[in-house]
Nanobody, 122 residues
Framework: QVQLVESGGGLVQAGGSLRLSCAAS????????MSWYRQAPGKQRELVAT???????EYADSVKGRFTISRDNAKNLVYLQMTSLAPEDTAVYYC????????????????WGQGTQVTVSS
């Protein structure tokens, strides 16, 4: 079992910044990637940013240049620094982790956090 715990959400004015954190724990042999997703009311969950263990990153077009994902691979931590926040960034943000629980290839896990609310007021 792998558990993810997010923190750092809250209410911020447009133009402000927030930093989200996510800590992964449990049966983790190796991590493939850690990501942030978000889901706004009435919308589908969407990928915000991904960072692989090989340091590759991917961002949604809507957040490029404003959000930065970073990781502490040794501690299985992932962060999302969000700047120039806008009301359309309001959503529940979820941490996701994919990796292997053992050295066996059939031990792949795909874990989700409970979500943290980010609200941007205009």
């Amino acid at each position: 079992q792998v558990q993810l715990v997010e923190s750092g959400g809250g209410l911020v004015q447009a133009g402000g910044s927030l930093r989200l954190s996510c800590a992964a724990s449990g049966s983790i042999f190796s991590m493939v990637a850690m990501s942030w997703y978000r889901q706004a009311p009435g919308k589908q969950r969407e990928l915000v940013a991904t960072r692989t263990s090989g340091h590759s990153t991917e961002y949604a077009d809507s957040v490029k240049g404003r959000f930065t994902i970073s990781r502490d691979n040794a501690k299985n931590l992932v962060y999302l620094q969000m700047t120039s926040l806008a009301p359309e960034d309001t959503a529940v943000y979820y941490c996701n982790a994919r990796g292997y629980s053992t050295h066996y290839s059939n031990s792949l896990f795909d874990a989700w956090g409970q979500g943290t609310q980010v609200t941007v007021s205009s």
